[in-house]
């Protein structure tokens, strides 16, 4: 088991800091046994509020970074020869279910289609994991959850869950915190005073503005919290905002040139 399966103390907890009822309703989908999926933009905090929930639900956690290569054997298990035997080793998916783990599956899209095939029979009331290979099926225990994410910023035709497989799902929608929540997060995960903190913020919500036009994606919460890391070590604010809120957005240097512009507009 990778983690303790006792709560942990509150001051222990990883730090999230609730914007809503998202906590709540966690909490709920675990006791109920419901399989949920987290929708929002990259670096809002939806990993870091699976992490802070298994931890306070006392849980072990199995995250999984989906991607283009992911296929169900790689979530169920597979033969493995080891010493001249073959040996079956569980993927993290069955260790979560034999464990009665949480496994939390980050950006399901971009996995290849057959993973949500296995995600199924675990999503209704059956909660079964049917291990062909190996002749088991799998019941998953009471502590056993699901939890799927992906940016709906980033969905096409090729890359999106269909309704069949959404509708299985309790859904909350993530996205970045309002400024009054979002400064003392950026303040307490860098060590950068609030006050330092909030021009950081406003532009943050300045180049946010922009998604759609000149860029893909805005500031991430996550990008806000390295900037202010790099300030708070002694770097200039000017060379920090540089490197971690202007050239992750934009290879363009007429792009770059802009965003450089709206800091400056925007600092004074």
Same mark, same amino acid.
């Given at each position: ?34 399989? #949920? ?31 283009? %290569?992911? $296929?169900? *054997? ?11 035997? $073959? ?5 993290? #998916? ?10 939390? #599956? ?17 999503? %209704? ?14 019941? *998953? ?5 699901? +939890? ?8 096409? +035709? ?11 799902? /309790? ?43 000149? #860029? ?34 934009? %290879?363009?240097? %007429? ?11 925007? /600092?004074?």
């Amino acid at each position: 088991m990778p983690d303790s399966a006792m709560p942990i103390p509150p001051s222990s907890l990883p730090y999230y800091q609730p914007v809503a009822d998202e906590c709540a309703l966690f909490e709920h989908a675990f006791r109920h046994r419901l399989p #949920l999926l987290l929708k929002g933009p990259t670096g809002c905090g939806k990993t870091r509020f699976v992490a802070h929930m298994a931890a306070r639900l006392g849980r072990p956690l199995y995250t999984v970074s989906c991607h283009d %290569d992911l $296929t169900a *054997a790689d979530l169920t298990g597979r033969y493995l020869l080891k010493g001249g035997d $073959t040996v079956w080793a569980d993927g993290p #998916l069955t260790r979560a279910v034999r464990e009665g783990a949480i496994c939390y #599956l980050d950006e399901v899209v971009e996995a290849r289609k057959d993973v949500t095939v296995v995600l199924h029979p675990l999503t %209704d009331d059956r909660r079964i994991l049917p291990l062909d290979r190996t002749g088991e099926t799998l019941e *998953a225990p009471q502590d056993f959850m699901l +939890v799927v994410s992906y940016n709906p910023g980033y969905q096409n +035709v090729l890359k999106a869950l269909k309704p069949s497989t959404r509708q299985r799902f /309790l859904a909350v929608e993530f996205d970045f915190p309002k400024a009054d929540q979002e400064i003392p997060i950026v303040a307490g995960e860098s060590g950068l005073p609030e006050a330092r903190v909030v021009p950081l913020v406003r532009l943050a919500n300045a180049l946010r503005a922009l998604k759609g036009q000149d #860029l893909e994606e805005g500031v991430s919460t996550r990008l806000l919290i390295y900037c202010a890391t790099l300030i708070r070590s002694g770097m200039k604010p000017e060379r920090a905002i540089r490197a971690a809120l202007i050239e992750p957005l934009t %290879d363009d240097p %007429d792009i770059r040139a802009g965003l450089l512009r709206v800091a400056e507009i925007t /600092l004074g």
